[in-house]
């Protein structure tokens, strides 16, 4: 107990100590920079009604975010519907696994700002294009981790089901499943994080409302500090979404 | 004819020859304890004789028929119990019955695991997950499942080597009476490295050297027991001519020096 | 060569204070070159008795006497091999077997000293171990480091103190064999405490049998003569094997009843 507190305490000093620099950097070397406080001053309203809708580019934060996530749940379930398969296939599939391997290392790196042109040319929209950049770019953990899930299938497991003489549906669904999940979890949460990295620059690209798309926009209004409010919302729902991904991994653990 | 056939089964690993020109006949209804060292080949053997691997010259038999993958009608107990660790000892028991029986109806399938589940002991923790259960009671679900299909052939790898002495010993008096209780008896074909435990169990022990040994029957009554085993006159004759067969057999001696392997047992968590 | 006297332990009693008297009156006479198991129930003081021997403890009362002298605390001339093979875990096979080689030849080089540990190590046939260090060696391996280690002394009294209790039963054979090869090669003295009948049968001239504690003594000694070199699978196929056979058994339940009551 006493550790817990010392640690949130040594947490908090942390944060002051950034807050500390940041309003350093505004005072002595960027003008342009908002110091913290100027910063809560001109997001004050946005935090503290988060959930206000004073036009379409001028919602609470609360909102904003809302709408990021909910774009990133649909790419990011889409990324997964076809990254599990995907990666339970090529794990027990030697031949393809050999067809698709060179395939899988080259589209991985390849960044959300490219991906999105293509799937604007592709959707014609940016709702749809914004989802398959999403879907394209967070599938590969998921597709990789699978892949490593299968293969990392205990002998015994396999011997159960060729003694017990399994139907490839029971060995599947009994032995193949269970013992890749937490594996394909793994990769789950990874390609969330990549989701919500994707989202922002989608949003910041094609204007659409949501965290990002208020940052681009503000940008352009020369509204800096809700620039850093957008940087703070994204880091802050980012590791909320991990750590929740990862309290759901560790009850899998257990099971 | 002989029921159970391992014809002239020979297995190399690259460079190292593991096992040659092996011939061992299993009559119907018999047990038969195939007793070596670590390093001497009787996995490898056991892996043939079920079916799980292929032998590179030669072939195996049961029934006449040849025996290329697992044979339906047949089950196995591993040492490491190979328990499916997300289900628990009731589900695990089904997944074999449902394969086994798949014309019974649920009803019936559960009937059979909870027999079963009961004959060894462990009606009240059927529900339990084996992370649950302990090292003895993990083999006896095991132990379950493989009589729930009520097998003709069965196939036993070492099944106490990872327990110690004296669950060992309960085990070994549960399946001797599970054994018991089957009609028709099952053929079973077992592999240990505890002489001991093969007298204690079969009705004829061969050992494993370079090559098998001429089978040496033990016509022990049953019930037998450890300490039967020490006054017995003919267990302590059996014990010896394996001992000796074994020992001469040189390569006992050197897997004796090689440094011992750990045991590995199946994480029951899913990694 | 001088004509060896007979080992003699006398009237040998063992107490841990007033209240447990371990062992009392426990004579006998153990020839040389001859190879003499005592068996017993655990806890019946048979490794009190041996320890005494080795000089690791002292006895209460009576004594061992070697060569018309009474013999005080451990020497060069009994080595021992226990249960446990006890090696330094820092030190390699090699080393293990060294640190007795320099005792008991202070005058050589320590090169020359390596070479006989490594000869050692040769005879019970795991050469090729020497660098390793115990916790990368099988049991069996390990207590055959013991063995050499107990042998590079060429004690003129070897004592085993059950010392292939812990390996499976082909092990022990395997280490029973050895132990015969050494002993017939070059013969010595050797008390060994066993509770394998068996074992007891196929490896010795003489069986003493101490009775249960408190105050164990030597209940009955069998003569086993049986012929070298022995078979196993021929033993149990000669008439006298399975009456002596008994009669170890046999003694040691009655025993067993009689410490009950």
Known sequence: MVAAIKNFLLSLVGIALVIGVWAAVSTWFSADLPSPIKTWKESELYVLQPWEKRGEMDQGIGLMAMYSLIRVAKG????????????LLLGASQLLSKMFDPVIQVLRPISPLAWLPLGLILFRQSEPAALFTIAVCSMWPTVINTMHGVRSIPQDYVNVAKVLRLSPWKRFTKVLLPSTLPYMFTGFRLSLGIAWLVIVASEMLTGTPGVGGFLWQEYNSLVYSHI???????????????????????????? | MAYFKLQGVGKSFGVRRVLHEVNLFVEEGEFVTIVGTSGSGKTTLIKIASGLMNPDTGGVFLA?????????????????????????????????????????????????VTKYLEIVGLGAAAGKRPGQLSGGMRQRVAIARAFAVEPALMLLDEPFGALDALTRATLQAELIKLIGQQ????????ISNSVDEAILLSDRVVALGTKLSPAVPVTLAHPRTHKALQ????????????????LAAGTAKSAECQPVEPRILAQVVPE | MSVERPLEIT???????????????????????????????????????????????????????????????????????????????????????????????????RRQCREIAQRYLDLVGIGEYATQKP?????????????????SMEPRFLLLDEPFGMLDSITRCELQDLLLELWTAKPRTIILVTHDVDEALFLSDRIILMTDGPEARVGTEIQVGLPRPRSRAALTELPEYFGMRNEVIEFLESHSKQFKQ
Request: aromatic share 6%.
């Open chain 1, 76 to 87: 990011f379930l889409l990324g997964i519907l076809f990254g599990a398969p995907l990666g």
């Open chain 1, 228 to 255: 850093l409010l957008c940087i703070l919302t994204i880091g802050v729902v980012g590791f909320t979404l991990d750590r929740l991904m990862g309290l759901i991994e560790a009850k899998l653990r257990i099971a």
């Open chain 2, 64 to 112: 006449g028929l040849p025996v290329t993958s697992f044979p339906a009608r047949a089950a196995m107990v591993f040492q490491n119990y190979s328990l499916l660790p997300w289900l628990s000892a009731k589900e695990n028991v089904r997944l074999a019955v449902e394969s086994a029986f798949p014309q019974w109806n649920r009803t019936q399938q559960l009937d059979q």
């Open chain 2, 183 to 190: 009609s028709p008896r099952a053929t079973v074909l077992m």
């Open chain 2, 231 to 246: 006054h017995e006159e003919e267990a302590v004759k059996v014990k010896a001519r394996i001992t000796e067969f074994l």
């Open chain 3, 11 to 109: 009237s040998l009693s063992k107490a841990f204070g007033p209240a447990v008297p371990v062992v009392k009156d426990f004579s006998a006479r153990v020839q040389p070159r001859e190879i003499v198991a005592i068996l017993g129930h655990s806890g019946c003081g048979k490794s009190t008795v041996l320890s005494i021997i080795a000089g690791l403890q002292d006895a209460t009362q009576g004594g061992v006497v070697i060569d018309g002298r009474e013999i005080s605390g451990p020497g060069l001339d009994r080595a021992m091999v226990f249960q446990s093979p006890s090696l330094l875990p820092s030190l390699t096979a090699l080393g293990n077997v060294l640190l007795a080689v320099e005792q008991a030849y202070p005058k050589n080089t």
């Open chain 3, 135 to 151: 916790r990368e060696l099988s049991q069996g391996t390990q207590q055959r480091v013991a063995i050499a280690r107990a042998f």
